[in-house]
C-alpha cells in the first residue's frame, strides 16, 4: 500500500481506505480476513464510513481520483456514483444512463474493475432479474451491504 492510509472495522472486517496528500481517495478495499493491521484514524473520510456502518444513512460524497480510468468507466461511475442509499438500479439501467443503451456487460466489467467501492456504490447495481449479479468482494459482502442499506432482504 503506498500514500496514506487507514482502516474502518464492521461487523465482517475492515475497510482499508488510501488518499493522496489531498485527502482525495484513491483506493477502497476490503479486509475480511483480518490480513491488515487497525490503523484508525479521525479524518472526516473515516469518521463518515464509521457512520455509515454503524446504520446512518449518510452520502459518502467523498472526493475520488478517477483521472487512470477511461472516458467510459468515468462516465459510468458518475451515474453509479448518484444512486441513493438503499436504492439499486440494473446494469442496463446504468448503460443507459452512460450513453450505452446495450453495453451492460460492459458495466459489469466497470464494476469488476471498480477500484473505490462503497463512494462508487458498486453493491447498488444488479442484474436485470433483481440478482445481485457480481461483486469482486464476494456476494455475502455485497448483500451484506445492501441489508445495511435496507434495499435486500
Same mark, same amino acid.
Given at each position: 500500500m503506498g500514500g496514506t492510509w487507514f482502516t474502518v472495522g464492521f461487523a465482517l472486517g475492515k475497510v482499508v481506505v488510501e488518499t493522496g496528500p489531498d485527502e482525495v481517495v484513491r483506493r477502497i +478495499? $476490503?479486509?475480511l480476513?483480518?490480513? %491488515?493491521p487497525p490503523r484508525p484514524s479521525g479524518s472526516p473520510a473515516a469518521r463518515l464510513i464509521g457512520r455509515y456502518f454503524s446504520g446512518e444513512k449518510v452520502p459518502l460524497d467523498l472526493e475520488v481520483d478517477l483521472s487512470q480510468e477511461s472516458s $467510459? !468507466? !468515468? !462516465?459510468?461511475y458518475?451515474?453509479?456514483i448518484k444512486i441513493p442509499y =438503499? @436504492?439499486?438500479r440494473t446494469y442496463g439501467e446504468i448503460a443507459a444512463l452512460a450513453g450505452c443503451q446495450k453495453g451492460a456487460r460492459a458495466v459489469g466489467q466497470a464494476m469488476a474493475a471498480n477500484r473505490i467501492p462503497l463512494v /462508487?456504490?458498486?453493491? +447498488? %447495481?444488479?442484474s436485470a432479474n433483481g440478482k445481485t449479479g457480481g461483486f469482486s468482494s =464476494? /456476494? @455475502?459482502l455485497k448483500k451484506y451491504l445492501l441489508r445495511l442499506e435496507g434495499a435486500f432482504s
Open positions: +478495499r $476490503f479486509d480476513s483480518g490480513d %491488515v $467510459f !468507466r !468515468r !462516465r459510468v458518475q451515474v453509479v =438503499g @436504492e439499486t /462508487i456504490p458498486c453493491h +447498488r %447495481v444488479l =464476494g /456476494i @455475502e
